[in-house]
């Protein structure tokens, strides 16, 4: 496999590279690579035609069949500096070199250069903050059953339950607590004597 590679990176070093123009680098270029890339290709058709007749492949064929290879290698290598080429003149536009001439006013001297005063900044008006008043807290349900009883005593737990928007369980929950309160006299005090 080293051989057909080498015949490839000895095409590639030949082709793609940019070369300075100049005598010498004409003579280090082709003087100095043309022989390796000869060598290369040399061994690699003597490898691969040595290899075709050990498989007792035909004359022909052990003759043909390595220029096959190496060709295809130098064509490939071809094929990807045309494309390379044409793809980069493609994607890049044209550079206009020309210099614009620019006119450029004198800088005038120091003591005529009026003063320029930074500007204010820009005034900021005052935030109002306006509060909204506290939503009114609704009594808790055991005052809103004891002011409904102390209107009504005689009305049914259904009926406050109904007024109220409250369980009928919670009316006699609460009934039971106002009742219990208002029958229960206060515990009596000592007094001293």
């Known amino acids: 496999m080293f051989w057909p590679l080498a015949v490839f990176v000895a095409v ?11 005598k010498r680098w004409a003579a280090l270029r082709f003087l100095g690579l043309l022989p390796v890339a000869a060598v290369a290709a040399l061994v690699s ?11 007792g492949e035909d ?20 094929a990807l500096i045309a ?29 005529q250069t009026p003063e320029v005063e930074a500007p204010a900044p820009p005034a900021v008006e005052p935030v109002q903050v306006v509060q909204k008043p506290a939503p009114k807290r609704q009594p808790s349900a055991a005052a809103r059953v004891a002011s409904a009883v102390a209107r009504s005593p005689k009305a049914s737990d259904a009926t ?3 007024r109220l928007g409250l369980s009928e369980a919670t009316v006699k929950r609460h009934r039971r607590q106002a009742v219990d309160s208002v029958s229960t006299p206060p515990a009596p005090t000592l007094q001293a004597a």
């Open 83 to 111: 494309t390379g080429a044409r793809r980069t003149t493609a994607e890049t536009p044209p550079v206009d070199v020309r210099t614009p001439i620019v006119e450029i006013d004198p800088i005038p001297p120091i003591e």
């Open 45 to 55: 058709y003597r490898h691969l035609s040595g290899l075709l007749a050990h498989y």
């Open 160 to 162: 406050i339950a109904a």
């Open 59 to 78: 004359d022909l064929t052990v003759f043909l069949g390595p220029f096959a290879v190496d060709g295809l290698m130098v064509m490939a290598t071809g």
């Open 12 to 22: 590639e070093v030949l082709a793609r590279v940019a070369w300075p123009n100049g």
